[in-house]
């Protein structure tokens, strides 16, 4: 993917009013794949998210409120996004 093709770390916080926290937790459950982290001109780090992040944060959080484990979740999002959601759980 190109680098327009995906969201930063901010942007995905602000759309989905979660935090850098949750979403690293995510990561770790494999709910959400890993971003690309790159660098700006200037050398900072920045971590890059697939388009579709804030789509599958939203299914995320709904799922958990409505009390859905976390492996239920995930085999919901691997229907969703196959190519892309992490494997196993």
Partial sequence: MQ?????TTEQILTATRTT???LYLWIAQKLLPR?????TPSRTPIALWPHDTPARVRLILAKLRAGYAPA???HELRQRWPA??????
């Fill in 72 to 74: 239920d979740i995930h």
């Fill in 84 to 89: 892309t959601t992490p494997m196993g759980l």
């Fill in 20 to 22: 850098r926290e949750q």
């Fill in 35 to 39: 971003p690309v982290i790159t660098t």
């Fill in 3 to 7: 680098r327009y093709d995906r969201l």
